[in-house]
């Protein structure tokens, strides 16, 4: 008998495992595949491992303006991907090491929920059958496949990939085209434009970047244009044979050449397959329901990560674990959403967090806004040579707090922290005004469009 059982050994099931052993719960965590996740094999960490290599060539092959030349630069895509496994081997090696420092028991296997009874839920992992008070169900989510016209075909056939495929590609194609102009798209769009693919986009919606802010995805656009990446906004794509990718725009059929095409429309929660209703745990629009201590309906029953649906991120999964644990330590905690920061990491990076401007006009929320050129700081004007980058904050003109900041540029994903830490502690803006921040910096900006307001 186990105090917790989890499904799941992604970012939401490790980390609540670690948490829990460490509390003193007789924990198990069930993996059916490896531990780390999609976040940790498949997604964040591999990512931007591929994403580093690019950022290197780009800057060995346009160094001119800072006074740095050189040539023959060149991409080893073998060697960057032998790099990426060796990173995501060392990282799951670690968290191995930690849940065993907790104490945890690791299961390798599907886990298979049997049903509950007085109070206890059973899991079958194979054979064995394994009894708790409380299971957590952390079982992440998958890459969405749209049913488009040779779309199975294709990733049967291996020239339609999905991020779990383009993560081991070991060639650089001609010609790539995306499809969904997303976060894990635009990462894709990035790296392979970087290293030397004509890549071309395909969006339904009429700008990129999902709910990003309208003038922070305009100009990552723009950065992406000059660069030689092809956006074909508000079509959509109606088949994939081999070889090209064909679309709709304004009712006109169109196609366009693709070696590979990645398709990056979304991810969906995992919620069938393992036996989750035998809990009669209410679940809707594919998502499982839950409170804000991560309660599903059925007493003793969790769910953390991606199967819940309310944010498919891997930091929000962690948190959403710590509540869950802590609160079966004993200690009352809930989950708050209004400060969780995004990051897209391409160049310029994105970084946003909190209301934009589109958000408050839906929403009916009264809002004032600055925006400042990203070359109000120094740091940032010495490192980019032409630097189109800005910084908007957004605040509740009644409250004068701090509701929402998007930045686009470097360094955007170690800063947007900073402004996620003023909307989560509801700081007075003429407060904010009195930190002194480190000069020169980038993060200086954050302060520098405070006091346009």
């Known amino acids: 008998m186990y105090d917790i059982i989890i499904i799941g050994g992604g970012p939401a099931g490790y980390l609540a495992a670690e948490r829990a052993g460490h509390g003193g719960l007789k924990t198990l965590l069930i993996e059916k595949r490896f531990i780390g996740g999609v976040c940790l094999n498949e997604g964040c960490v591999p990512s931007k491992t591929l994403l580093n290599s690019a950022k290197i060539l780009d800057h060995a092959k346009h160094g001119e303006p800072y006074g740095v030349t050189t040539s023959g630069a060149s991409i080893d895509q073998k060697a960057v991907i032998a790099r990426k496994n060796k990173v995501v081997r060392n990282l799951v090696a670690g968290i191995k090491s930690q849940l065993k420092a907790s104490h945890v028991t690791v299961k390798e296997g599907l886990g298979e929920i049997v049903g509950r009874q007085d109070g206890i839920v059973k899991v079958k992992v194979g054979d064995d059958v394994f009894e708790a008070p409380r299971l957590l169900v952390a079982s992440g989510s998958e890459a969405l496949v749209p049913p488009i016209p040779g779309a199975k075909e294709g990733l049967a056939a291996g020239y339609v990939l999905t991020n779990r495929e383009i993560l081991n590609l070991e060639v650089i194609p001609k010609t790539m085209v995306i499809v969904g102009g997303g976060v ?31 003038e922070i995805s305009a100009i990552l656009q723009k950065n992406y244009e000059k660069k030689g990446v092809t956006f074909k906004l508000a079509c959509k794509v109606t088949g994939l044979p081999k070889g090209q990718v064909e679309y709709e725009e304004k009712g006109v059929k169109q196609s366009v050449e693709a070696d590979y095409v990645l398709l990056s429309v979304g991810r969906r929660a995992v919620t069938s397959g393992f036996g989750l209703e035998n809990l009669c745990v209410l679940v809707e629009r594919g998502h499982i329901v839950v409170d804000d201590m991560g309660q599903t309906n059925v007493p003793g029953v969790y769910a953390t990560g991606d199967v819940n649906g309310v944010w498919m991120l891997a930091h929000v999964a962690y948190r959403e674990s710590e509540v869950v644990i802590n609160n079966l330590l004993g200690k009352r905690d809930v989950m708050r959403y209004d400060a969780v920061p995004s990051v897209i990491y391409t160049s310029p990076e994105v970084g946003c967090v909190g209301e934009t401007e589109e958000s408050c006009k839906a929403k009916g929320i009264e809002y004032r806004v600055a925006s400042v050129s990203m070359n109000y700081s120094g740091r940032y004007m010495a490192e980019n040579a032409a630097g189109d980058g800005i910084c908007k904050v957004i605040v509740d003109p009644v409250r004068q707090r701090l509701i929402g900041c998007h930045i686009i540029g470097s360094y955007a994903s170690e800063i947007i922290i900073a402004a996620s830490i003023l909307i989560e502690t509801e700081m007075k803006v003429e407060d904010i005004k009195e930190f002194i921040f480190p000069h020169p910096t980038v993060c200086e900006i954050i302060r520098e469009a405070i006091f346009q307001l």
Do not use: C, Q
């Not at 769009?189 to 990129?208: H, P, Q, R």
């Open 184 to 214: 894990i798209g635009l990462e894709m769009a990035s790296y392979f434009n970087s290293v030397g693919a004509k890549v071309t986009v395909v969006e339904m919606l009429d700008k990129i970047a999902g709910p990003t802010d309208r």
